[in-house]
C-alpha cells in the first residue's frame, strides 16, 4: 500500500491530479488487453484445422483451414487505447486487414474481422467455433489483476514523486 507524507493541502491537491492524466487510464487499460490478447491467441491456436476445399450441398467446415488460421493469428492485435465522449478509457482486441487466399468475391482475400466472427459465430457453410468469447471470459480475472497492479504501480510513483 502506497504511504503518504505531505506538508500541505497544495502538494496533495498536485499529486492527485496527477492521477487524472489519460495516460495512466491508457497504460492500465493496456495492461489488461494484453492478457485478453494472448489468450485468444491461444484459443484459435488450438481450433481444429480442415482442408480447404470446395463443399458439397450440405457440408459445412468444421475447422479452420491452416493458411486461414495463420492469416487470423498473423492479424490479431490491440487497437491503441482511445477516450471516449463519456471520458471512458477504451481499447479493441481483434483482427485487422485481409486474408492471403483471394476469392471471386474478395480478390484482396476475405477479411479477417469477417472469417473471425463466421468461426465465432457459425455461417451457413461453416460450424460455429466460439473461439474468442471463450478466451475473453476466461481472461477476464487475469485482465483486472494486471490492471489493479498496474494502477497501483502508478500511484506508488506518483506518491512518491
Known amino acids: 500500500m502506497a504511504k503518504l507524507q505531505l506538508s500541505g493541502f497544495e502538494e496533495l491537491e498536485m499529486k492527485l491530479s496527477k492521477l487524472a492524466d489519460p495516460e495512466i487510464s491508457k497504460e492500465v487499460v493496456m495492461a489488461g488487453a494484453q492478457p485478453v490478447a494472448d489468450e485468444i491467441r491461444k484459443s484459435l491456436e488450438s481450433l481444429p484445422e480442415d482442408k480447404f476445399r470446395r463443399l458439397k450441398k450440405g457440408e459445412v ?76 471470459n476466461k481472461a477476464r480475472k487475469t485482465a483486472e489483476e494486471e490492471m489493479q497492479k498496474k494502477y497501483d504501480e502508478k500511484v506508488e510513483n506518483i506518491m512518491k514523486g
Open 61 to 136: 467446415f468444421v475447422g479452420v483451414p491452416k493458411q486461414q488460421k495463420q492469416d487470423l493469428l498473423d492479424s490479431l492485435g490491440i487497437a491503441p487505447p482511445d477516450i471516449d465522449y463519456q471520458g471512458n478509457t477504451n481499447t479493441k482486441v481483434g483482427f485487422d486487414g485481409y486474408g492471403s487466399i483471394p476469392t471471386k468475391k474478395y480478390p484482396k482475400g476475405i477479411p479477417n474481422p469477417l472469417l473471425a466472427r463466421a468461426i465465432e459465430s457459425g455461417s451457413s457453410v461453416r460450424k460455429k467455433t466460439p473461439f474468442m468469447r471463450k478466451a475473453a
